[in-house]
T-cell receptor
Framework: AQSVTQPDIHITVSEGASLELRCNYS??????LFWYVQSPGQGLQLLLK??????LVQGIKGFEAEFKRSQSSFNLRKPSVHWSDAAEYFC????????????FGGGTRLMVKP | SAVISQKPSRDICQRGTSLTIQCQVD?????MFWYRQQPGQSLTLIAT?????????ESGFVIDKFPISRPNLTFSTLTVSNMSPEDSSIYLC?????????FGSGTRLTVV
């Protein structure tokens, strides 16, 4: 069965510093890849997605992610973090032959220091 | 992108009672999904709801506890039955479309 791993449960960065959140998946074929953000008490907001094509994907709020097939990774990056980026971030993987369901990673809680 | 309306947004319920959560999408879709997010946890798929057939439940979830209806291509309900405090979670519905996956805003359930 497919699985998604976010190795970092918590990350703290200073405002203005760069950010990278890791995501690894386990599956034999190329999946559909997503990053979602969830602010406290809020629903899920899609940051970006990868279906095919260019492996560097641009998203909203200045985020980007790079799909690396050889590493089965889809890490999320942002060059300069803002205090409003503090939230929970979820990587998710979907496979077209699995009924279109999404499998989520455990999430990474981002805290931003002033 | 797609719009999903989910209600109620939150509720506090007595143990032993049931709560039905409604999910309305703005365009027809074959499959809808129900997820649970326990406190401090990630999202776990409860079931996939296909219009015109029985829902498909994931391991650890059963129809008697989480009955699902899918009467048409734009609407689904999830019932949390005979609730206990362990059912306190956020429940989210979702659909797929050309933009990927769209989630409802969630139902925050507290069982006391």
């Amino acid at each position: 069965a497919q699985s998604v791993t976010q190795p970092d449960i918590h990350i703290t960065v200073s405002e203005g510093a760069s950010l990278e959140l890791r995501c690894n998946y386990s599956y034999g074929a190329t999946p559909y890849l997503f990053w979602y953000v969830q602010s406290p008490g809020q629903g899920l907001q899609l940051l970006l997605k990868y279906f095919s094509g260019d492996t560097l994907v641009q998203g909203i709020k200045g985020f980007e992610a790079e799909f690396k097939r050889s590493q089965s990774s889809f890490n999320l990056r942002k060059p300069s973090v803002h205090w409003s980026d503090a939230a929970e971030y979820f990587c998710a993987v979907g496979f077209n032959n699995a009924g279109n369901m999404l499998t989520f990673g455990g999430g990474t809680r981002l805290m931003v220091k002033p | 992108s797609a719009v999903i309306s989910q209600k109620p947004s939150r509720d506090i319920c007595q143990r032993g009672t049931s709560l039905t959560i409604q999910c309305q999408v703005d365009s027809q879709v074959t499959m809808m999904f129900w997820y649970r997010q326990q406190p401090g946890q990630s999202l776990t798929l409860i079931a996939t709801a296909n219009q015109g057939s029985e829902a498909t439940y994931e391991s650890g979830f059963v129809i008697d506890k989480f009955p699902i209806s899918r009467p048409n291509l734009t609407f689904s309900t999830l019932t949390v039955s005979n609730m206990s405090p362990e059912d306190s979670s956020i429940y989210l519905c979702a659909r797929t479309d050309n933009y990927g996956y769209t989630f409802g805003s969630g139902t925050r359930l507290t069982v006391v």
